[in-house]
């Protein structure tokens, strides 16, 4: 089962929170809505679209995400076939856009995974026609970010996706160093990485976006300024460092330091090696010029935000399209049955690939107000810019404070919140920033905690 605190946080790393709330708050939904009926009222004239691509060449061992190793037996290709399936029944259901001038509008398209680049040069191909043709979205014209792996980072790859139009390529490194890659059960090589990099560059796609992980097994301070400085030599627009995570169903699966169960002096230690690589990569980037956007993500200065960034996930009208994509209207959230093990995730695969039927959701969760409430504060104050207090009234026509007394007091008695902040504006500190992993599941709901708690992880 997944484990859900509800005591006041001891550690740094509860959960990593980018969106509320969790798929394992979802629940079949009978009936099963139309998604017509879903989208009638909504507005759409600035949506999202997300392709998701379940495919991996290797799962990595600390991964929980909806993924599978490979695609035998032309299964890339029939989970095409799905998809467009998908789409076309999609953008039946979202009608004419706000405006009637014949169909919604789309300020912003990603793929992710999985490995998106793990599909062919022509299966990126048809993946874009699918997002233009069947979607109406104008690739060339809106910000496209894309997910890739050094392995998958082909010259022919590459020019597909930037002929496409894409704007931002995120490449999956984690390490620099060769032994930490092994250490996480990531089969890879520095010269690889490195090659990969070049190729990006060559490419012409303007955002190179570095992810990198600390926390591996026998890591020091040394050798994560090893990948940071490796990382730096290629002056990526964008960096993000993640802290990692060790839970079950993965193939870092133990021992247990990232649950109630590990034992105090254990998960102590772990947290304070964590905390103190975090603190030394965000004094480096910053350092070397680069501006805090999140706990996770830096971004270089001078770099212009993408107009992405103004569609964060509190806002409703997410189109997600694929077997582990979510979708977001402004009362439900919904997708599709939801794994973590590999055998399940392949069952799940199978059964989207065989639906010939996407014109219902099948999977979760409605948004009353007061949880709407919750993740538009939870969404905003994990980002370092904070909430603008003045737009949540706007939108709710109540107060933070007021709706939130005792977890916005609990924040302030620890030291969490900004308290040089302008009128207006609802930050969390330097130290806030540092425990985000903390404060998003402080603002989980009861109704969602006892959801989670109950879900039986498979």
Request: glycine residues 10%; proline residues 7%; hydrophobic residues 40%.
């Amino acid at each position: 089962m997944t484990q859900v605190s509800t005591a006041e946080p001891t550690s740094p790393y509860e959960s990593y929170v980018y969106a509320y709330p969790h798929k394992t708050a979802y629940r079949e939904l009978d009936p099963r809505p139309a998604l017509r009926d879903l989208w009638a009222a909504e507005p759409k004239d600035a949506l999202a679209l997300y392709f998701h691509i379940p495919f991996c060449e290797v799962r990595c061992g600390f991964c929980n995400l909806f993924t599978r190793i490979g695609a035998p037996d032309g299964l890339d290709t029939a989970y095409l076939d799905a998809l467009e399936r998908q789409a076309a029944a999609t953008r039946a259901a979202l009608g004419d856009g706000d405006d009637g001038d014949g169909g919604p509008r789309f300020a912003n398209a990603a793929f992710g995974g999985g490995t998106p680049t793990y599909l062919t040069a022509a299966g990126l191909d048809r993946l874009c026609d699918i997002a233009e043709r069947r979607m109406g979205a104008d690739l060339r014209a809106v910000p496209l970010s894309v997910e890739a792996s050094p392995a998958t980072a082909t010259a022919d790859r590459l020019a597909v996706l930037a002929d496409r139009g894409a704007t931002r390529l995120s490449l999956g490194v984690q390490t620099f160093v060769d032994a930490e890659a092994r250490a996480a059960v990531r089969p890879q090589r520095r010269a690889d990485v490195e090659a990969a990099l070049g190729r990006i560059r060559a490419a012409g796609i303007p955002v190179l976006n570095i992810d990198l992980i600390y926390g591996i097994d026998g890591q020091t301070e040394a050798t994560w300024q090893r990948s940071l400085d490796a990382a730096l030599a290629w002056r990526p627009e964008e960096l993000y460092l993640y802290p990692l995570y060790v839970r079950p169903g993965t193939g870092l699966g133990g021992p247990p330091r990232d649950t109630p169960d590990a034992a105090p002096d254990d998960r102590r230690a772990w947290d304070g090696q964590r905390l103190r690589l975090y603190r030394h990569g965000r004094d480096v980037l910053l350092a070397a010029g680069y501006e805090q956007v999140s706990m996770r993500m830096f971004r270089r200065a001078g770099i212009p935000p993408s107009p992405a960034d103004d569609h964060a996930c509190q806002t409703d009208g997410m189109v997600g399209l694929g077997c582990g994509a979510r979708s977001y209207t402004a009362r439900l959230h919904y997708s599709f049955d939801y794994a973590v093990g590999t055998r399940e995730i392949r069952a799940l695969i199978d059964a989207y690939v065989a639906t010939e039927d996407f014109t219902r959701a099948q999977y979760g969760r409605a948004i009353p107000p007061g949880d709407a409430r919750r993740r538009h504060l939870l969404q905003s104050l994990l980002q370092a810019a904070g909430l603008d207090t003045a737009g949540y009234r706007a939108r709710f026509g109540t107060d933070p404070a007021a709706d939130f007394p005792a977890e916005l007091a609990g924040f302030a008695a620890r030291g969490w919140l900004d308290d040089t902040a302008p009128p207006g504006r609802l930050r969390l500190s330097a130290t806030g920033l540092a425990h985000s992993d903390a404060v998003g599941p402080a603002l989980f709901s009861p109704a969602v905690r006892a959801d989670m708690a109950a879900y039986e992880l498979r």
